[in-house]
């Protein structure tokens, strides 16, 4: 069963900052969320987790609210290479179980 | 210096075959994964070893046997290969408290 809910897809403006949001409302108090990113078929690739407070690495910010039951990944300035299905996944253990994610297309 | 590599990249073969796809982590993780991604691109986990012993097991027929000489390989044995098992199969590597790293996949191909 999917515990994460996220758009089929979107566009982004390149150089604006992309938003990609994702409910998990049956988030328990030990699951992590993580963010991965698979670009035309390569591996998927971590981008960021966090358990509760907001995370910033060089590639983007997460946003998680209070309640835990959504959150959002900024890409502060979203390029082509950005273009990518994106997975928003719940997890306590590390055991990632991907959905079918977000297909994010940067458009020039 | 790639964390997670994956031999081989391409593999096509016959119906019927026994093949095999080696991957090795450099990380110092001690869990390895197998996922496997078909044509409709969902991404399932097929396989997890923690220090070379087996904690997930994904209800993959036993033509998969995943063999972990040293925690940091994991590879995959298929035997008797059918054409569903045509897919990309991705190998990772993590701990409980560190994020996965993937491979670059393998592409496999059934004549």
């Known amino acids: 069963d999917a515990k994460t809910t996220q758009p089929p897809s979107m566009d982004c403006a390149e150089g604006r900052a992309a938003n990609l949001p994702c409910n998990h409302s049956t988030i328990s108090g030990n699951e992590y969320v993580y963010w991965y990113r698979q670009i035309h078929s390569q591996g998927p690739q971590y981008i960021i987790h966090?358990?509760?407070n907001n995370e910033t690495n060089e590639m983007a910010s997460l946003i998680i609210t209070e309640d835990r039951k959504s959150s959002t990944l900024i890409l502060p300035h979203a390029t082509l290479r950005d273009t990518a299905v994106y997975y928003c996944i719940v997890s306590g253990n590390n055991r990632l179980a991907f959905g079918k994610g977000n297909q994010v297309v940067v458009i020039p | 210096d790639t964390a997670v590599s994956q031999t081989p990249k391409y593999l096509v073969t016959q119906m019927g075959n026994d093949k095999s796809i080696k991957c090795e982590q450099n990380?110092?993780?001690?869990?390895m994964y197998w996922y496997k991604q078909d044509s409709k691109k969902f991404l399932k986990i097929m396989f997890s070893?923690?220090?070379?012993?087996?904690?997930i097991n994904e209800t993959v027929p036993n033509r998969f046997s995943p063999k972990s000489p040293d925690k940091a390989h994991l590879n995959l044995h298929i035997n008797s290969l059918e054409l569903g098992d045509s897919a990309v199969y991705f190998c990772a590597s993590g701990t409980v408290d560190q994020p996965q790293h993937f491979g670059d996949g393998t592409r496999l191909s059934i004549l």
């Open positions: 966090g358990l509760k």
């Open positions: 070893y923690n220090n070379k012993e087996l904690i």
């Open positions: 990380l110092g993780h001690d869990t």
